[in-house]
């Protein structure tokens, strides 16, 4: 029989049919719920070099089982050996980062002994300048009580 329907094996000659790409073979459009619109949209999808080619349900289900196989236990080992290896990588990067942390407050430490230095130094330094402006300003009242000693 010429192209015998995937579905209901009957010939799809002269009928309303399309072919799927993947097995070559043709289905009745009743026979996997396709009305003439979505034929016709296909059949133009079809005709673009690089168009979406159609799969019969067949074959998209084959697929997707391909797709989603069970994982074999291969799979898991290397999927574990990753994960090994991410582990040791984060805790190689965490150890890092505590070591940098460290480091950087350290450096705090000494910033802020270094901030106290200063600072006792321009205390001392403007202690130093009051002083010294009290004696500048002082003299005239000192020269004022001498005058009034005269
Ligand atoms: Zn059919
Ligand atoms: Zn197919």
């Keep these: 029989m010429a192209y015998p329907c995937g579905v209901c094996s009957k ?18 459009i009743e026979c996997i719920n396709m009305n003439k619109d979505a034929l016709k949209k296909i059949e133009n999808e079809n005709r673009k070099p690089d168009g979406n080619r159609w799969k019969c349900p067949y074959c998209t289900q084959s697929e997707v089982k391909t797709r989603e196989k069970e994982p ?25 980062q505590v070591l940098l942390n460290k480091k950087l407050s350290d450096e705090i430490i000494n910033l802020k002994q270094q901030v106290g230095v200063l600072k006792r130094e321009k205390n001392y330094n403007d202690q130093k300048l009051l002083e010294s402006n009290i004696i500048v300003s002082g003299i005239p009242e000192l020269e004022k009580r001498k005058l009034l000693m005269l």
């Design 72 to 96: 074999t236990l291969k799979d898991l080992m290397d999927r574990i050996i990753k994960m090994d290896n991410k582990m040791d990588e984060l805790n190689r990067k965490y150890d890092e």
């Design 11 to 28: 010939s799809t000659s002269g009928k309303y049919a399309i072919q799927c790409s993947a097995c070559e073979k043709w289905n009745h």
